[in-house]
Protein backbone atom coordinates (compact mmCIF):
# COMPACT_ATOMS: atom_id res chain seq x y z
CA UNK A 1 0.00 0.00 0.00
CA UNK A 2 1.49 3.59 -0.79
CA UNK A 3 2.66 5.55 2.13
CA UNK A 4 0.26 8.89 2.85
CA UNK A 5 1.24 12.34 2.49
CA UNK A 6 1.40 14.26 5.84
CA UNK A 7 -1.29 17.18 5.73
CA UNK A 8 -0.91 20.40 7.08
CA UNK A 9 -3.20 23.31 6.67
CA UNK A 10 -2.33 26.99 6.44
CA UNK A 11 -3.81 30.03 6.30
CA UNK A 12 -4.92 30.59 2.92
CA UNK A 13 -3.86 34.88 2.77
CA UNK A 14 -3.56 37.05 5.73
CA UNK A 15 -0.29 37.30 8.53
CA UNK A 16 0.52 33.87 8.60
CA UNK A 17 0.65 32.92 5.18
CA UNK A 18 4.04 34.34 4.24
CA UNK A 19 5.50 32.68 6.96
CA UNK A 20 4.23 29.75 7.09
CA UNK A 21 5.37 29.31 3.12
CA UNK A 22 8.76 30.25 4.09
CA UNK A 23 8.92 28.13 6.87
CA UNK A 24 8.70 24.73 5.26
CA UNK A 25 10.83 26.35 2.22
CA UNK A 26 13.47 27.07 4.99
CA UNK A 27 12.72 23.00 6.07
CA UNK A 28 13.64 22.11 2.50
CA UNK A 29 10.01 21.82 1.30
CA UNK A 30 9.08 23.33 -2.52
CA UNK A 31 5.31 23.84 -2.89
CA UNK A 32 3.98 23.78 -6.36
CA UNK A 33 1.69 27.47 -6.93
CA UNK A 34 0.91 28.40 -3.49
CA UNK A 35 -0.73 31.30 -4.47
CA UNK A 36 -4.93 31.45 -4.93
CA UNK A 37 -5.12 27.52 -4.53
CA UNK A 38 -7.32 25.59 -2.19
CA UNK A 39 -4.48 22.77 -1.76
CA UNK A 40 -1.06 22.12 -3.03
CA UNK A 41 1.36 18.96 -2.75
CA UNK A 42 5.41 19.18 -2.43
CA UNK A 43 7.47 17.54 -5.20
CA UNK A 44 10.58 16.62 -2.52
CA UNK A 45 8.52 15.47 0.69
CA UNK A 46 5.04 13.75 1.25
CA UNK A 47 3.57 17.03 2.19
CA UNK A 48 -0.12 17.91 1.23
CA UNK A 49 -0.81 21.57 1.87
CA UNK A 50 -4.42 22.83 2.28
CA UNK A 51 -5.10 26.84 2.15
CA UNK A 52 -7.91 27.64 4.51
CA UNK A 53 -8.88 30.46 6.95
CA UNK A 54 -7.37 30.53 10.11
CA UNK A 55 -10.46 30.44 12.03
CA UNK A 56 -10.47 26.75 10.70
CA UNK A 57 -7.97 25.26 11.02
CA UNK A 58 -8.06 23.87 14.61
CA UNK A 59 -11.63 22.38 13.68
CA UNK A 60 -10.26 20.54 10.76
CA UNK A 61 -7.04 19.42 12.20
CA UNK A 62 -9.57 18.53 15.66
CA UNK A 63 -11.37 16.22 12.73
CA UNK A 64 -8.80 14.85 11.07
CA UNK A 65 -8.98 16.29 7.52
CA UNK A 66 -6.05 17.86 8.17
CA UNK A 67 -3.18 16.00 10.31
CA UNK A 68 -1.74 19.06 11.81
CA UNK A 69 -2.05 23.04 11.45
CA UNK A 70 -0.19 26.28 11.51
CA UNK A 71 -2.31 29.08 13.64
CA UNK A 72 -2.43 31.47 15.43
CA UNK A 73 -2.14 30.79 19.69
CA UNK A 74 -4.96 33.48 19.86
CA UNK A 75 -6.91 31.09 17.54
CA UNK A 76 -6.20 27.99 19.16
CA UNK A 77 -7.74 29.51 22.63
CA UNK A 78 -10.44 30.74 21.12
CA UNK A 79 -11.86 27.63 19.15
CA UNK A 80 -10.79 25.41 22.18
CA UNK A 81 -10.39 22.28 19.79
CA UNK A 82 -9.23 18.87 20.92
CA UNK A 83 -5.98 19.35 19.18
CA UNK A 84 -2.44 19.70 20.88
CA UNK A 85 0.21 22.21 20.26
CA UNK A 86 3.76 21.07 19.01
CA UNK A 87 6.11 23.48 18.35
CA UNK A 88 5.84 27.58 18.67
CA UNK A 89 7.27 29.09 15.30
CA UNK A 90 8.49 32.18 16.57
CA UNK A 91 6.59 34.38 13.91
CA UNK A 92 2.63 35.67 14.14
CA UNK A 93 3.74 37.69 17.85
CA UNK A 94 0.70 39.53 19.32
CA UNK A 95 -1.11 40.19 22.06
CA UNK A 96 -5.02 40.32 23.17
CA UNK A 97 -5.26 43.25 24.88
CA UNK A 98 -8.38 45.11 26.75
CA UNK A 99 -8.13 48.60 25.57
CA UNK A 100 -9.92 51.57 26.97
CA UNK A 101 -10.82 55.40 25.49
CA UNK A 102 -7.35 57.20 25.92
CA UNK A 103 -9.22 59.99 28.12
CA UNK A 104 -10.50 57.50 29.96
CA UNK A 105 -9.27 57.11 33.31
CA UNK A 106 -8.57 52.99 34.01
CA UNK A 107 -7.88 52.45 38.12
CA UNK A 108 -8.16 48.50 37.49
CA UNK A 109 -10.17 45.52 36.28
CA UNK A 110 -13.03 45.96 38.38
CA UNK A 111 -13.66 49.25 35.86
CA UNK A 112 -14.93 47.02 33.47
CA UNK A 113 -17.98 46.08 35.43
CA UNK A 114 -20.97 46.20 33.54
CA UNK A 115 -19.20 47.89 30.74
CA UNK A 116 -20.19 46.50 26.96
CA UNK A 117 -16.56 45.11 25.14
CA UNK A 118 -16.45 44.81 21.84
CA UNK A 119 -14.48 41.46 20.52
CA UNK A 120 -14.06 39.10 18.30
CA UNK A 121 -12.56 36.42 20.92
CA UNK A 122 -15.72 36.22 23.18
CA UNK A 123 -14.64 33.02 24.90
CA UNK A 124 -11.41 34.24 25.99
CA UNK A 125 -12.90 37.84 27.35
CA UNK A 126 -15.60 35.38 29.24
CA UNK A 127 -13.27 33.36 30.46
CA UNK A 128 -10.86 36.66 31.40
CA UNK A 129 -13.75 38.47 32.46
CA UNK A 130 -14.60 35.29 35.18
CA UNK A 131 -11.07 34.25 36.38
CA UNK A 132 -11.63 38.62 37.55
CA UNK A 133 -14.82 38.23 39.50
CA UNK A 134 -16.09 41.04 36.61
CA UNK A 135 -19.27 40.95 34.63
CA UNK A 136 -19.77 42.51 31.54
CA UNK A 137 -21.60 42.60 28.34
CA UNK A 138 -19.52 41.23 25.40
CA UNK A 139 -20.38 42.03 21.87
CA UNK A 140 -19.10 39.55 19.58
CA UNK A 141 -17.94 41.70 16.33
CA UNK A 142 -16.07 39.72 13.53
CA UNK A 143 -14.10 43.14 12.65
CA UNK A 144 -12.75 46.47 12.56
CA UNK A 145 -13.51 45.95 16.78
CA UNK A 146 -11.22 49.06 17.25
CA UNK A 147 -13.90 51.39 15.54
CA UNK A 148 -16.61 50.64 18.16
CA UNK A 149 -16.24 52.75 21.18
CA UNK A 150 -15.96 55.39 18.47
CA UNK A 151 -19.51 54.87 17.16
CA UNK A 152 -21.00 54.07 20.34
CA UNK A 153 -21.38 50.34 19.74
CA UNK A 154 -19.27 49.74 22.95
CA UNK A 155 -17.17 51.22 25.55
CA UNK A 156 -13.87 49.15 25.18
CA UNK A 157 -12.81 46.43 23.50
CA UNK A 158 -10.57 43.33 23.29
CA UNK A 159 -8.68 42.92 20.49
CA UNK A 160 -5.38 41.82 19.09
CA UNK A 161 -2.37 44.32 19.37
CA UNK A 162 1.09 44.16 18.01
CA UNK A 163 2.68 47.20 17.53
CA UNK A 164 0.22 49.23 19.48
CA UNK A 165 -0.54 51.71 16.14
CA UNK A 166 -4.06 50.21 15.32
CA UNK A 167 -5.08 51.31 19.35
CA UNK A 168 -3.47 54.70 19.01
CA UNK A 169 -5.05 55.89 15.87
CA UNK A 170 -8.25 55.09 17.39
CA UNK A 171 -8.03 57.30 21.04
CA UNK A 172 -7.16 53.71 22.67
CA UNK A 173 -5.34 52.50 25.06
CA UNK A 174 -3.97 49.34 26.19
CA UNK A 175 -5.06 47.92 29.74
CA UNK A 176 -4.96 44.07 30.25
CA UNK A 177 -3.20 41.87 28.30
CA UNK A 178 -5.22 38.21 28.21
CA UNK A 179 -2.99 36.71 26.11
CA UNK A 180 0.16 36.37 24.62
CA UNK A 181 0.36 34.45 21.26
CA UNK A 182 2.60 33.67 18.47
CA UNK A 183 1.91 31.37 15.18
CA UNK A 184 1.93 27.32 16.38
CA UNK A 185 2.05 24.23 15.13
CA UNK A 186 -0.58 22.17 16.04
CA UNK A 187 -1.27 18.42 15.68
CA UNK A 188 -4.46 15.87 15.71
CA UNK A 189 -4.80 13.33 18.39
CA UNK A 190 -4.89 10.17 16.73
CA UNK A 191 -2.22 10.37 14.32
CA UNK A 192 -0.81 6.41 12.33
CA UNK A 193 2.47 5.77 13.14
CA UNK A 194 3.48 6.94 9.59
CA UNK A 195 2.30 10.16 10.14
CA UNK A 196 3.89 10.61 13.23
CA UNK A 197 7.20 9.97 11.62
CA UNK A 198 6.67 12.20 8.82
CA UNK A 199 5.98 14.97 11.62
CA UNK A 200 9.20 14.04 13.26
CA UNK A 201 10.73 14.64 10.69
CA UNK A 202 9.18 17.81 9.56
CA UNK A 203 9.54 18.63 13.48
CA UNK A 204 13.01 18.15 12.97
CA UNK A 205 13.37 20.15 10.27
CA UNK A 206 11.68 23.03 12.28
CA UNK A 207 13.88 22.70 15.37
CA UNK A 208 17.00 23.56 12.85
CA UNK A 209 15.54 26.16 11.27
CA UNK A 210 14.63 27.91 14.71
CA UNK A 211 17.89 26.93 16.18
CA UNK A 212 19.87 28.56 13.14
CA UNK A 213 18.03 31.85 13.65
CA UNK A 214 19.15 32.10 17.22
CA UNK A 215 22.57 31.67 16.50
CA UNK A 216 24.98 33.02 14.35
CA UNK A 217 28.61 31.93 13.33
CA UNK A 218 31.26 33.65 13.94
CA UNK A 219 34.71 34.09 12.89
CA UNK A 220 38.04 36.42 13.86
CA UNK A 221 41.69 36.68 14.13
CA UNK A 222 43.62 36.12 17.41
CA UNK A 223 47.09 36.59 18.64
CA UNK A 224 48.29 33.70 19.83
CA UNK A 225 49.11 34.70 23.28
CA UNK A 226 45.43 35.93 23.88
CA UNK A 227 44.10 32.30 22.52
CA UNK A 228 43.74 30.77 25.80
CA UNK A 229 41.55 34.06 26.71
CA UNK A 230 39.55 34.27 23.78
CA UNK A 231 38.48 30.37 23.90
CA UNK A 232 37.35 31.04 27.45
CA UNK A 233 34.81 33.40 26.30
CA UNK A 234 33.37 31.38 23.47
CA UNK A 235 30.62 28.73 24.20
CA UNK A 236 30.75 27.38 20.35
CA UNK A 237 28.70 23.64 19.68
CA UNK A 238 31.59 21.80 21.58
CA UNK A 239 34.72 23.68 21.45
CA UNK A 240 35.92 26.62 18.89
CA UNK A 241 37.59 25.13 16.15
CA UNK A 242 41.02 27.08 15.78
CA UNK A 243 43.55 27.38 12.65
CA UNK A 244 47.09 28.52 11.99
CA UNK A 245 47.03 31.81 10.05
CA UNK A 246 49.81 32.54 6.93
CA UNK A 247 51.24 35.13 9.21
CA UNK A 248 52.95 33.59 12.58
CA UNK A 249 51.75 34.18 16.00
CA UNK A 250 48.50 34.01 14.55
CA UNK A 251 45.22 32.37 14.67
CA UNK A 252 41.40 31.74 13.26
CA UNK A 253 38.70 31.43 15.53
CA UNK A 254 35.58 29.40 14.63
CA UNK A 255 32.90 29.15 16.82
CA UNK A 256 28.87 29.96 17.24
CA UNK A 257 27.12 32.28 19.17
CA UNK A 258 23.71 32.89 20.47
CA UNK A 259 21.41 35.73 19.80
CA UNK A 260 21.67 36.82 23.86
CA UNK A 261 25.11 36.59 24.24
CA UNK A 262 26.22 38.55 20.81
CA UNK A 263 26.74 42.31 21.79
CA UNK A 264 28.23 41.42 25.55
CA UNK A 265 30.29 38.70 23.76
CA UNK A 266 31.60 40.76 20.83
CA UNK A 267 32.69 43.41 23.21
CA UNK A 268 34.39 41.10 25.54
CA UNK A 269 36.35 39.29 22.47
CA UNK A 270 37.49 42.94 21.15
CA UNK A 271 39.26 43.50 24.75
CA UNK A 272 40.75 40.53 24.29
CA UNK A 273 42.84 41.07 21.43
CA UNK A 274 40.36 39.74 18.63
CA UNK A 275 40.11 41.42 15.23
CA UNK A 276 38.86 41.07 12.26
CA UNK A 277 35.63 39.48 13.40
CA UNK A 278 33.25 38.23 11.33
CA UNK A 279 30.02 37.43 11.96
CA UNK A 280 27.61 35.12 9.46
CA UNK A 281 23.98 34.04 9.54
CA UNK A 282 23.71 30.01 9.77
CA UNK A 283 20.89 28.48 7.76
CA UNK A 284 20.03 25.37 9.35
CA UNK A 285 21.69 23.72 12.73
CA UNK A 286 21.31 20.54 13.94
CA UNK A 287 23.21 19.56 17.35
O1 LIG B 1 -9.02 35.42 6.46
P1 LIG B 1 -8.60 34.84 7.77
O2 LIG B 1 -9.74 34.56 8.70
O3 LIG B 1 -7.70 33.64 7.56
O4 LIG B 1 -7.64 35.92 8.45
P2 LIG B 1 -7.92 36.97 9.63
O5 LIG B 1 -8.28 38.27 9.01
O6 LIG B 1 -8.82 36.39 10.67
O7 LIG B 1 -6.50 37.01 10.33
P3 LIG B 1 -5.19 37.88 10.03
O8 LIG B 1 -4.57 37.46 8.76
O9 LIG B 1 -5.44 39.34 10.25
O10 LIG B 1 -4.31 37.38 11.26
C1 LIG B 1 -3.91 36.05 11.37
C2 LIG B 1 -3.18 35.85 12.68
O11 LIG B 1 -2.03 36.71 12.73
C3 LIG B 1 -3.93 36.23 13.94
O12 LIG B 1 -4.85 35.23 14.34
C4 LIG B 1 -2.79 36.39 14.94
O13 LIG B 1 -2.40 35.13 15.43
C5 LIG B 1 -1.66 36.95 14.08
N1 LIG B 1 -1.44 38.40 14.26
C6 LIG B 1 -0.24 38.96 14.62
C7 LIG B 1 -2.32 39.40 14.13
C8 LIG B 1 -1.63 40.60 14.41
N2 LIG B 1 -0.35 40.29 14.72
C9 LIG B 1 -2.33 41.86 14.33
N3 LIG B 1 -1.74 42.90 14.59
N4 LIG B 1 -3.62 39.41 13.76
C10 LIG B 1 -4.26 40.60 13.66
N5 LIG B 1 -3.68 41.82 13.93
C11 LIG B 1 -4.55 43.02 13.72
C12 LIG B 1 -5.40 43.38 14.93
O14 LIG B 1 -6.63 42.65 14.91
C13 LIG B 1 -5.61 44.87 14.76
O15 LIG B 1 -6.65 45.14 13.84
O16 LIG B 1 -3.75 44.17 13.48
C14 LIG B 1 -4.30 45.29 14.14
C15 LIG B 1 -3.37 45.76 15.23
O17 LIG B 1 -2.05 45.84 14.78
P4 LIG B 1 -1.08 46.98 15.35
O18 LIG B 1 0.26 46.67 14.77
O19 LIG B 1 -1.61 48.30 14.84
O20 LIG B 1 -1.09 46.91 16.85
ZN1 LIG C 1 -9.62 34.69 10.74
Known amino acids: MAESNLRIAIQKSGRLFDDSVLLLKECGIDLRNVKDRLRTESDNFPLEVFFLRDDDIPQYVEDGVADIGIVGENVVAEKNKHVEVVEKLGFGKCRLSIAVPRSQDYPGISSLQGKRIATSYPHMVNSFLEKNNVTAEIHEISGSVEIAPGIGLADVIADLVSSGSTLFMNGLKEVETILHSQAVLIRNHLLNDNTVQLLDKLL ?11 NKYI ?43 FWECIE ?13 PIEKMVI
Not at 204 to 214: G, L, S
Request: charged share 20%; aromatic share 2%.
Open 219 to 261: LLNAPNESLDKIISLLPGMKSPTVLPLAQSGWSSVHSVLSEDQ
Open 204 to 214: FRIQAVKKAKR
Open 268 to 280: NLKSAGAQGILVI
